[in-house]
Each structure stands twice: as C-alpha cells, then as structure tokens.
C-alpha cells in the first residue's frame, strides 16, 4: 500500500502484456458544447470504473485543469445524464491556457494530481490544446464534439446529429406558416466555416437553397429558381444560411425585391446546441469515450478517436489540426439533385 497525491491509499496493480498501468485518469469538456457531451463523460467514467481506474473531471474545461477545479466522478455521479444536453462538467474557453506559462501550469498540476491520463471532448481549439499537452510528454487523446461537423478524420463528432434534428424540426414548424402566406423564409443556422449543417439539413427539409461557405454565392441563380417556383404556385421557399457563408438578412436583402415572394429572417440560434441527444449522438458518445480508456491503457497518446465509414478508430491530432473536413461532395450533389 502507498500514498497517492492525494491522500488515498492504493493498492499496486499489475498492467496485463499490453496494457499500461493507470490508477486515475481525468476528463475534460472544453469548447462549445453540444448534446452527447455527457454521454461521452459518463462512458469514459463508467469504462475506467470497470478497469479499477479513478476518474476526475475537471470543470470549466482547461481552465479547471489551471485552477485545480475537479471532481471525483463515479456511477452514481454519472448516472442519469446519458440524454442530457450541454455538459454537467461545463466549459470554458481558456486563453491563458495557450501561453507557454499556463500550459506549464496545468502540466504541472496534473502530475501534481497523479493523472495519468487526459481525455479532451471538444472541437478543433479543444483538440490543439491536447496535442499541446502530448507534445509535453502528457498521456492525452482527444474526442470529437462539434456540432459544425469540420474535425478532419471522423466523419460524425458528438453533437451534429441532435443539432440537425434540432434544425430540422425548427424548419418544419416554419414551413407551415411559410406555405400559409406564400413566404419565404431564410433561416440562419451554425457553421463558422463548415456548410455542413446548412447543406445536410437543407436536403433532410427539402430547402429550395442552402448557403454555404464553401461555395461562393450566387443570388442571382437562386433568385431565378425561386421566381419559378412562384409562377409555378408554389406556396413557400426555405433557404438556409450557414453564418460563415453570410447573414441571413443580408440574404433577404438581396433577394427581396427579384422575386415574388415577401420574405422572412429566422436566426435559429443557440437552440441548434441544445436538447436531448439523439439515439446516434449517444451511441457515438459512448463508443469514443469507452475507445480513449482503452486507447490510454495501451499507452496511446496524441491522437483523437473517429468514427469513418462505419468503422472506429483513431487518428493523429497533428492531422486533425493541420487540416479541415472536406465538404461532402456526394451530399452536396445530393443537394443539386433535389433542388427544384
């Protein structure tokens, strides 16, 4: 028996061929969050719990791994919260976590802690921050949680999919009011610098347009469409807007007088992050966080988990930060296709 950093007795273990020795490990969620995001905690808790591994997590994201701001999680602490949206750990945006001092800080405080491992849940300044601390000889693995979908290598990260149900359900209820006054309504939703909200959900309402800032936009195309559409009777026009592309606004100021129908701004907002999470964003949540302990156990460190082509697995963070998800070509035909 010893005495560990922080005043418990342990017992000494034996690692079986294979598997590193670790007696705690903590998690983090960091970022923006999203549904799934305690799911993701609880399966990385409830999978360490099994394998006699402490867990901690800590509050704020980073910016509780400098303040010393954690919890013991255990399944009780867990328990209840797989459906729950956001993330009962919090989060944080943590710029003194970025400079040389505070990445010394909280370096020093996990060691200090006796963490033997770190899981990251966020998206790509989460992740950046993970590959920081690997690079400083940190046990580290990052999990995707982004609802924008842009994290290169996965092709789903924790949160996409209850933020589109989200949206997808929002344009629904807008269409009927839409169809009831012959408007047309643009819709603003997330998406910085990934179009994949707009264009996904664009397919999945049967939206008239989505913009994207992948592609450069043409109102003068969608003005034609849309003027069709109205000779032709037909009652509505959806558009969607990601908020990287433009404002929703600024879109119905240029199309407002091309085409026949009077319009209508809806900025969707923060309700895209919030909710109970989906069958999938669960199911997602649990696999990643059950493969980061498994992953640390086998002494991996520097790399994020994915789900690609059906399948689980792993890449390096340094790939994931260097890099942007492409856009989905396939559903962006998809889109062309179904656009009438």
Known sequence: MKQNSL???????????????LKRIAVLTSGGDCSGMNACIRSITRTALQQGIEVYGFRKGFQGVLSNDFISLDNRSVSSKIGRGGTFLQSARCLEFKTPEGLQLGYDNLIDLGIDG????????????????????????????????????????????????????AVDMIRDTASSHDRMFIIEVMGRNCGYLALASAVACGAEAAIIPEIPTNCDIIARRLKRRFKEKKTNSII??????????????????????????????????????????????????????????????????????????????????????????????LAGLLEN
């Open 240 to 333: 969607l807007v990601a908020e990287g592309a433009s404002s929703a606004s600024q879109i119905a100021e240029e199309l407002q007088n091309k085409v026949g129908y009077d319009s209508r701004v809806s900025v969707l907002g923060h309700i895209q992050r919030g909710g109970n999470a989906t069958v999938f964003d669960r199911i997602l949540a649990s696999k990643l966080g059950r493969n980061a302990v498994f992953a640390l156990e086998e002494g991996q460190s520097g790399i994020m988990m994915t789900y690609s082509k059906g399948t689980y697995s792993s890449i390096e963070l340094t790939e994931v930060i260097r890099q942007q998800r492409p856009l989905s070509q396939g559903l962006l035909e």
């Open 7 to 21: 005043g418990k007795e342990e017992k000494e273990k034996k690692a079986p061929p294979g598997k590193k020795i």
């Open 118 to 169: 770190l899981a990251v849940i966020g998206g790509d300044g989460s992740l950046t921050g993970a590959q920081k601390l690997h690079e400083k000889g940190f046990p580290t693995i990052g999990i995707p949680a982004s609802i924008d979908n842009d994290l290169f290598g996965t092709d789903m990260s924790i949160g996409t999919d209850t933020a589109l149900n989200a949206i997808v359900h």
